[in-house]
């Protein structure tokens, strides 16, 4: 009778238990649906009536399909997986632009508004795929933002599988932050030279690693109607962890279990502490492991404990009964056992400390050497035993390229700290660097190396070293340590000239007859390269951003990354395209050769920058204004000139020298090369409008105050090299990666 009374009493209990068990491994809350379909729901998702911790948090479980889907809240976004690692993966399709023989065919653009969840920065990447293709996603975070990536391709030879680099593919992240974005596609020549093999241009967010490109996907029209997995980040509520905290009713993270601040966006996370596994949001939902039974780790008799778990031996054992440790042994008892314990005590800790300085000792020597002999492997390699022969034969004709230690620039970097940075590019960072001697110089730091293109690169690094022109920024020497070679130039204090000029706090300072004068300096470097170096240089990125100013604002053109030197038996080189949206050579752009003219063509845009002040490329401006060298011959044709003239410039005195400037920039852009004057030809035109002036200008004609606001270096370290929108890599190569901010830099 006891026993059964008893039984009566235990059994609700052990029946409560069960239940526990039940909806702790499903994570749902008590009482609410776990699953839809394939989908496992656990709390603080769920499926209405207080099973869901908020609004944001409600799924809707679709049984219409079968098996049953899953959306978030009342929307159209399907539900693929809900992880308590705070994210969730959902799945949307892509936007399209489609064209035939006859022009548009069909477009879609693809937008997302999410109430509460932003889309993970870490996780996704924005991809685009085709041959005339440039795609951007654009939305809001508080303030609007814009990114996106170019991809180009003359025929699918060129297309490499699963390679997003820029060619028929293209991918780039996102902000971070983001909640709602759309997916815009725009085409420059309407898909015209590659519909045969590429009608439509594909735009859209994915996980990342769960698309792989093909080149058969830029003939697949299916992709209007393939979706994508994307990963979303949830946190709980808007409040920082010690903000939750002090309001413990609503406070979401249970027993045995921590708090961690969101990183993408407002909010907090909840984890169960280590030792402990579950539901960190439920009642009771971190439960204990016991290691004893999972791990096994003990040799003698093991002991769980609330989050962890110690090894012992039993009466007559001795050891720490660990199985990696002394583990459990009989004790015995010997004469030897009455050596006073302090002895052997200070004779074991003594040899442990010798052997752990004698092992620190080893390894750090041993980690020297490998150090010391990845920089000879890197510096042989690069080419270094080949340019140092070079050099040498060379001593005799004066100064020549240094090659620098990898420990000079960590040292003259500061390690290559953030606060040294003063630009980043497609081609990688540059930093500024004080030598031990005292000089500043511009350190650039590569992001890709090519082995195949050694030669080139010494070759280039010897070239560029004899040429000593003032409007050329100075190439100092290389460090060929490193796996990727580190070019070292002189350090161009007062920014670039695309900052000077479209940056408003500056524009109002150029006046035309300072615009002048840095075109004719540029003109003549241009010149001086095609025609005086040998062999002859053509730069192939020539654009304000790689026009620099130094402290007394003489122009330097700088940054040969994408420079080839012409052979001297050839007028005209073959190349993958390689150049800057808005500056690019059409003519090139079609035919892949790449001629002196191409530099000309790039130099004429800058010319027609400088005249009008507006920049290159820019989709603020209506559709058939984006393209400025387009919009600026149409304006010509119809003789409206002074409409597009920039008003800051504009004068009586200056209108017959900016029409000259004017005819000289349309002839520079004409589509034929063969029609387009030389550098040479334009560097004489104008110098000679510079010298019709009744007043030569210089910094000391300016009036004071001018002068005084042009000299102040408000650019500092903060000063970037590159500040448009490229997508040049490094020899022959396309950049996978363009911001299309609204001010241009990036």
């Not at 004709?397 to 090659?403: F, R």
């Not at 070679?485 to 300072?509: C, D, I």
């Not at 920039?665 to 589509?671: I, K, N």
Request: with cysteine; aromatic share 10%; proline share 4%.
């Amino acid at each position: 009778m006891d026993l059964r009374c008893l039984f009566k009493q235990i059994a609700p209990f052990a029946v409560k238990l069960t239940i526990l068990a039940t909806w702790v491994a499903g994570h749902a809350k008590p009482g609410c649906q776990s699953k839809c379909g394939n989908l496992s729901i656990p709390y603080p998702f769920g499926t209405g009536n207080g099973c869901n911790i908020s609004s944001n948090f409600f799924i809707t479980c679709n049984t219409t399909f079968n098996p049953p889907k899953a959306f978030l809240t009342t929307g159209n976004l399907e539900v693929l997986y809900i992880s308590l690692d705070g994210y969730l993966r959902i799945q949307t399709g892509a936007a399209y632009d489609c064209y035939n023989s006859s022009g548009h065919s069909s477009y879609h653009s693809r937008r997302i508004r999410l109430a509460k969840f932003p889309i993970s920065h870490t996780k996704n990447k924005f991809t685009a795929i085709g041959c005339d293709t440039y795609a951007y996603v654009q939305g809001s975070l508080g303030h609007n933002y814009s990114t996106g990536c170019l991809t180009f391709c003359y025929n699918t030879t060129d297309v490499i599988n699963g390679s997003c680099s820029g060619i028929g593919c293209c991918q780039t992240v996102i902000p971070k932050g983001v909640r709602n974005y759309g997916v815009s596609l725009k085409s420059s020549y309407s898909h015209s030279y590659v519909l045969d093999f590429n009608p439509c241009s594909y735009g859209f967010v994915v996980e990342d690693g769960a698309y792989n490109f093909s080149v058969s996907h830029l003939a697949d029209n299916s992709f209007s109607n393939k979706t994508f997995p994307i990963i979303l980040d949830w946190t709980i509520g808007n409040q920082t962890c010690k903000e939750a905290k002090m309001h413990p009713l609503n406070y979401a993270c249970k027993e045995n279990s921590a708090c961690t601040d969101a990183e993408n966006g407002p909010g907090y996370l909840c984890k169960c502490l280590d030792g402990f596994q579950g539901n960190p949001y439920l009642l009771y939902g971190c439960r204990d492991i016991n290691e004893c039974d999972k791990l096994k780790p003990c040799s003698g008799t093991c002991h769980n404990t609330p989050g962890s778990y110690y090894c012992s031996c039993q009466e007559g054992f001795e050891g720490d009964g660990w199985k990696n440790g002394t583990g459990c042994r009989p004790k015995v008892v010997t004469q030897s056992q009455s050596f006073p314990v302090l002895v052997v005590a200070l004779g074991i800790g003594v040899s442990l400390l010798s052997s752990l300085l004698f092992s620190s000792w080893v390894y750090l020597g041993l980690k020297q050497r490998k150090l010391t002999k990845l920089k000879q492997q890197n510096f042989q390699q690069n080419g270094g035993i080949l340019l140092r022969e070079q050099l040498s034969k060379r001593e005799e004709c004066g100064e020549t390229a240094k090659i620098f230690t990898a420990e000079e620039l960590k040292n003259a970097t500061n390690n290559y700290h953030d606060s040294r940075i003063v630009g980043r590019g497609g081609q990688g960072t540059v930093y500024k660097g004080i030598l031990s001697d005292g000089r500043s110089v511009a350190i650039k730091k590569s992001i890709i190396g090519d082995q195949s293109q050694v030669q080139q690169f010494i070759n280039e690094v010897i070239v560029l070293s004899q040429i000593n022109h003032r409007n050329v920024v100075k190439l100092l020497g290389c460090c060929l340590e490193t796996q990727v070679p580190l070019l070292v130039y002189e350090y161009v204090r007062n920014g670039t000239l695309f900052h000077h000029l479209h940056n408003a706090a500056h524009a109002s300072v150029i006046s035309w007859e300072a615009r002048l004068k840095i075109a004719t300096e540029a003109a003549e470097a241009l010149s001086y390269l095609h025609s005086a170096a040998s062999p002859p240089i053509i730069h192939r990125d020539v654009k304000l951003t790689n026009i620099l100013l130094d402290e007394n604002y003489i122009a330097k053109v700088s940054d040969f990354g994408a420079s080839r030197l012409v052979p001297s038996n050839k007028a005209q080189i073959t190349t993958l395209v390689q150049g800057t949206l808005g500056y690019l050579d059409p003519e090139y752009f079609h035919t892949s050769q790449l001629t002196e003219k191409s530099d000309v063509y790039s130099f004429g845009v800058v010319l027609i920058e400088l005249l009008t002040g507006l920049e290159a490329i820019s989709f603020e401006r209506p559709q058939h204004e984006r393209n400025l060298s387009l919009y600026f011959v149409s304006v010509m044709k119809e003789e409206r000139l002074l409409d597009i003239i920039d008003k800051r410039v504009l004068n009586d005195k200056s209108i017959e020298q900016l029409k000259e400037a004017a005819n000289l920039a349309r002839r520079c852009v004409r589509l034929k090369g063969e029609e387009r004057p030389t550098m040479k030809e334009v560097a004489s035109e104008l110098e000679g409008l510079r010298t019709t002036q009744k007043h030569p200008w210089g910094i000391h004609d300016l009036p004071d105050e001018e002068t005084e606001y042009l000299l102040h270096d408000s650019y500092g370290c903060g000063t970037s090299y590159d500040g448009s929108t490229s997508f040049s890599v490094g020899p022959d190569s396309m950049k996978n990666q363009v911001p299309f901010d609204i001010d241009g830099a990036r």
